[in-house]
Structure formats: C-alpha cells, structure tokens
C-alpha cells in the first residue's frame, strides 16, 4: 500500500438515519482510492438515551427501561429498512438488543452500576450504528470490513474515560487494519470503544469518537485525519451561541487543542494530541454540505496542522466550558505560601480531579473544576488547612489566538467589550495563546455576542470564510 490512509470519521448527526449513512457511503467512496479507513459513532441521540437506560435500569425502573429499549430497537430496525434491509444484518441487530436486554435486567436484580458496566451499556451505540452504516457502503460498491474496536484500541482501566496505551494499540493496528487495507477493504469502526488488555470494554469519554479517529490516524501515519459533522468546520464560536459565527479556514494544532479543551464540543479534548505528536493533519468537514475531491479549505472544511497562516486577527475563536465551578480556597495561614499550593495540589491530585483555570492572591488561591463528583471530598480534605469556598453555574471563556503572544494590551480590550459584565477570574494561559474569563453561567450568551461583534467582525479573508 503505496499511499497512506485516510481516517474519515463520522459523527451521530452524519449516521443519523438511513438518507445520512447513504450520504457518508457517497463520501467514502469518493475516497475510495485513498485507502479510507471508516470510524462511526453512534447514531445521533442514541448514547444519550443508552445513558438514560442505565439509570433506569438501576432504579430498576422496568416500564421506562423497556420503553428506552423500544425506541431504540425501532430506530435501528427503521434504518435498515430505509437502506433497503438485509437479513444478516437484520439478525445481528437482534443479537445485540437482546444482549442489551439481559444486560439492563441483570442492572436492575443487582442494583449496582459500575463504570464497567455502565462502559458495556453506553458501548451499544458504536457497536449497533456500524452493522448499518456497513450496508450502505456495500450498497455504494466498497468492500467495508468491519473490526470490533475493543480488539483494536487497547487502553488502560479507568472506565468511563479511559486512555490509550499507544504500544499496544499499534500491534493491534498492525495485526487488524493494516491487513484489510493492504487487501483493499474498507476498514470500519466503531468509534468510542476500546478495551482493556484483558479484553473488558472500556469507552474514551463522551464524544469520544474523534479521539479514536485520531488515536487510529495517528497509529496508521495517515495522510490526514477526517472528522465529518454538522457543521462547516471549525467556527469563530459555537454556532447554537453565536448567530454570525463564521468558518475558520485553517488553525494550528495548538489553537485547536485549547479550544477542544475549553469547550469547542466541535472536536473531543484529546483529538488533537496523537494528530499534533504525528504531524498528521486533521479536517473538520460538514458531512451535509460535501463536494467532491480532496478536503480544500477555500471551499470547505477546516485544516488543523502544524502551523496555520498568518494573519492580524488577534484571535481565531471564543469557546466556552459552561456548568463548572469555581472553589475558592482561603489560607488560615496555618502553613507557608509555598506548602499551601503543594497542599492544594495534592487535594485535588489525590481525587484525579483535573483543575482548569488558576489564579491566586497573597492568602487565596481561585481555582475551576468542571465536574464536581469529588467536591464534597475535597472541600473536606481542604477543611483542614482552609477555609473553602464553592461558587456553581459558572462558565470559563476562552479567547485563542496565536497572535495574542505579539498584541499587547488585549486583556483591557476584552474588558471594554464585556462592559458591566462581571468577571470572576482571568487567566492568560502560559502557552501565551488563550485568555481565559470566568463569567456567570447566565451571562454566556450575552458575553459571548459582545466578545464575537468586538473581535469577528472584520475578518482577514485569508484565514477565515
Ligand atoms: P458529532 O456528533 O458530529 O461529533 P458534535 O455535536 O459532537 O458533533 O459537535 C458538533 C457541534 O459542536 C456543532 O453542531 C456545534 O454546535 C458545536 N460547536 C461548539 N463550538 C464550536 C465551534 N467553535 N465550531 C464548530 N462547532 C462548534
Ligand atoms: N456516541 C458517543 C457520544 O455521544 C461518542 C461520540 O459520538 O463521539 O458521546
Ligand atoms: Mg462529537
């Protein structure tokens, strides 16, 4: 195999039904002699409603339960009806709600939800959407061989959000999709799953489908990596917030990977790093709005590389992390500046609880988590050397750009555009790239439109569409 692969991978909006798994074997098979290899999520709402499913089962809630189990049936038993049906298929979808069946009954005898076996319930998704998506690519003319991505993606044990052993991965990559690829097969995946050494499945965390594109690009040295959505790339703001938000043509690794990791639901936090370690190049492109021939970011689409042109815009894009909280921890100054920190860092490290966004003064030390599990924990273990504030429905935004670094003077900028707004925290992050605002939760939508109509109104027609 003279070329490398291509990774395309499909999101929930992209297989959600019968006329969307049609389209994407349209896109596929435009790639056909680019070696593609086919990453697919679950179909759109069906791992929210797998989530719902779990909690019904464990409160043993039999009516919602089978009424969850249904719908779900119905919606995948309807797609293969619109792709025409096909028998094999139509059996192995039964197989797996039956399996799903016995699975949420034993949930409920047991009363009893582990991370591992809520990571089995949530797996159905990825597991199901491939059967379908696998028949319209035979129906488009492609040879589709389909693997079981919890043979392929080895990570360790922390169901739920788990990580990628990389070595292991790659012996499977090589002993599983390699093979099909050189005899010209279509591989195709279920994105979101992994397993463990042992085998037991194990997911990468919500959204996770574009970190297994990326895990997979990465281990294949694809010449690109694809990510198909419902949206025309990357944009200066999430759509849903910002009416007028606009594509951004090109973005740098860098810029991207912060914007994932505050908040951009466009790409999964981790997407960007095994792309960004192999120097494989990644497109954000919208799978309703597709045109023939290779990624072209003066037509459509979003290239994330290693470096992105220049231009004089001061930032590339706003994104927000909404529903976090900010703890606010106080020194009783029962111990030194220096051993107040490590303690801190301590509390929250011994908890696996990722913090954020950090700013502190002479006695206190701000700081955001975005999933408050461990609170009640930490505030104990903080108790006992400060005193310990918590502030909720808060939301960090976060300006990108890599032209920050040579534009002094932005913050007072950002401040002016915000007006009587009140900002909690600031952060000017150390990769010099972002500047980060602790807001109101409420006050989003309203700092978001100030901060798009003050920074993205005249934009440099280089960089953005
Ligand atoms: P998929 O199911 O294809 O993975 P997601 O819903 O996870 O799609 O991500 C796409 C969504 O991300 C868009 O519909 C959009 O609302 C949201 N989004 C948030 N921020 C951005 C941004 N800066 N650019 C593009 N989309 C964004
Ligand atoms: N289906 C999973 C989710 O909704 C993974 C993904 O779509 O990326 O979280
Ligand atoms: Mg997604």
Same mark, same amino acid.
């Given at each position: 195999?003279? #070329?490398?692969?291509v990774?395309m991978k499909f999101g929930?909006?992209s297989?959600?039904?019968?006329?969307?798994?049609?389209r994407l074997? %349209?896109i596929?098979?435009d790639r056909?002699?680019?070696?593609?290899?086919?990453?697919?999520?679950?179909?759109?709402?069906?791992? %929210? &409603?797998?989530?719902?499913?779990? /909690?019904?089962?464990?409160?043993?809630?039999?009516?919602?339960?089978?009424?969850?189990?249904?719908?779900?049936?119905?919606?995948?038993?309807? !797609?293969?009806?619109?792709?025409?049906?096909? !028998?094999?298929?139509?059996?192995?979808?039964?197989?797996?709600?039956?399996?799903?069946?016995?699975?949420?009954?034993?949930?409920?005898?047991?009363?009893?939800?582990?991370?591992?076996?809520?990571? !089995?319930?949530?797996?159905?998704?990825?597991?199901?959407?491939?059967?379908?998506?696998?028949?319209?690519?035979?129906?488009?003319?492609?040879?589709? &061989?389909?693997?079981?991505?919890? &043979?392929?993606?080895?990570? %360790?044990?922390? *169901?739920?959000?788990?990580?990628?052993?990389?070595?292991?991965?790659?012996? &499977?990559? %090589?002993?599983?999709?390699?093979?099909?690829?050189?005899?010209?097969?279509?591989?195709?995946?279920?994105?979101?799953?992994?397993? #463990?050494?042992?085998?037991?499945?194990? #997911?990468?965390?919500?959204?996770?489908?574009d *970190?297994?594109a990326?895990?997979?690009?990465?281990?294949?040295? /694809?010449?690109r990596i694809e990510i198909w959505t419902d949206v025309d790339g990357m944009?200066?703001?999430?759509?849903?917030?910002?009416?007028?938000?606009?594509r951004?043509k090109?973005?740098?690794?860098?810029?991207?990977?912060?914007? /994932?990791?505050?908040?951009?639901?466009v790409l999964?936090?981790?997407?960007?790093?095994?792309?960004?370690?192999?120097?494989?190049p990644v497109w954000v492109l919208n799978s309703r709005a597709w045109l023939p021939g290779p990624p072209d970011g003066?037509r459509t689409g979003t290239r994330i590389?290693?470096?992105?042109?220049?231009? #004089?815009?001061? *930032?590339?894009?706003?994104?927000?992390?909404?529903?976090?909280?900010?703890?606010?921890?106080?020194?009783?100054?029962?111990?030194?500046?220096?051993?107040?920190?490590?303690?801190?860092?301590?509390?929250?490290?011994?908890?696996? @609880?990722?913090?954020?966004?950090?700013?502190?003064?002479?006695?206190?030390?701000?700081?955001?988590?975005?999933?408050?599990?461990?609170?009640?924990?930490?505030?104990?273990?903080?108790?006992?050397?400060?005193?310990?504030? @918590?502030?909720?429905?808060?939301?960090?935004?976060?300006?990108?750009?890599?032209?920050?670094?040579?534009?002094?003077?932005?913050?007072?900028?950002?401040?002016?555009?915000?007006?009587?707004?009140?900002?909690?925290?600031?952060?000017?992050?150390?990769?010099?790239?972002?500047?980060?605002?602790?807001?109101?939760?409420?006050?989003?939508?309203?700092?978001?439109?100030?901060?798009?109509?003050?920074?993205?109104?005249?934009?440099?027609?280089?960089?953005?569409?």
């Amino acid at each position: 195999m003279a #070329t490398p692969a291509v990774v395309m991978k499909f999101g929930g909006t992209s297989v959600e039904d019968a006329a969307a798994m049609r389209r994407l074997a %349209d896109i596929v098979a435009d790639r056909a002699s680019e070696h593609p290899v086919v990453v697919v999520s679950a179909m759109a709402k069906v791992t %929210d &409603q797998l989530a719902e499913l779990a /909690a019904a089962a464990l409160a043993a809630n039999r009516e919602a339960a089978a009424e969850l189990l249904g719908a779900l049936q119905a919606r995948h038993r309807e !797609a293969l009806a619109g792709l025409g049906g096909d !028998a094999d298929t139509g059996a192995a979808l039964e197989h797996l709600f039956a399996e799903l069946g016995d699975l949420v009954r034993g949930i409920a005898a047991v009363g009893e939800l582990t991370g591992r076996t809520r990571d !089995a319930v949530m797996s159905f998704g990825e597991r199901l959407s491939p059967l379908l998506v696998r028949v319209a690519l035979r129906r488009a003319g492609l040879r589709p &061989q389909l693997l079981d991505a919890r &043979q392929v993606i080895v990570t %360790d044990e922390q *169901f739920t959000h788990a990580l990628p052993l990389y070595a292991e991965s790659q012996r &499977q990559v %090589d002993e599983r999709v390699t093979p099909a690829l050189a005899d010209g097969a279509v591989p195709l995946l279920g994105g979101f799953l992994a397993g #463990t050494r042992q085998g037991v499945g194990t #997911t990468l965390g919500r959204g996770g489908s574009d *970190f297994s594109a990326a895990i997979l690009g990465a281990l294949l040295g /694809a010449q690109r990596i694809e990510i198909w959505t419902d949206v025309d790339g990357m944009l200066t703001a999430d759509p849903r917030l910002c009416a007028g938000a606009r594509r951004i043509k090109a973005i740098s690794f860098q810029e991207a990977a912060e914007l /994932a990791y505050f908040g951009a639901k466009v790409l999964h936090p981790s997407t960007l790093l095994p792309a960004m370690h192999s120097g494989v190049p990644v497109w954000v492109l919208n799978s309703r709005a597709w045109l023939p021939g290779p990624p072209d970011g003066a037509r459509t689409g979003t290239r994330i590389a290693t470096r992105a042109p220049k231009t #004089t815009a001061p *930032f590339k894009c706003i994104s927000c992390k909404r529903r976090i909280v900010v703890v606010e921890v106080i020194s009783t100054r029962m111990l030194q500046a220096h051993g107040f920190l490590k303690a801190i860092w301590d509390v929250f490290a011994e908890h696996r @609880c990722p913090v954020d966004m950090v700013s502190t003064s002479e006695v206190s030390v701000s700081l955001t988590i975005a999933d408050p599990s461990a609170l009640p924990d930490i505030a104990d273990a903080l108790g006992k050397f400060a005193d310990v504030r @918590c502030a909720g429905r808060q939301a960090i935004l976060c300006l990108v750009g890599e032209n920050l670094r040579d534009t002094p003077g932005l913050a007072g900028q950002v401040f002016a555009a915000l007006g009587e707004l009140n900002v909690r925290m600031i952060s000017q992050g150390a990769s010099e790239i972002n500047i980060g605002l602790v807001v109101d939760d409420d006050d989003v939508p309203e700092a978001m439109q100030r901060l798009h109509a003050r920074f993205f109104s005249e934009l440099d027609p280089a960089v953005f569409a």
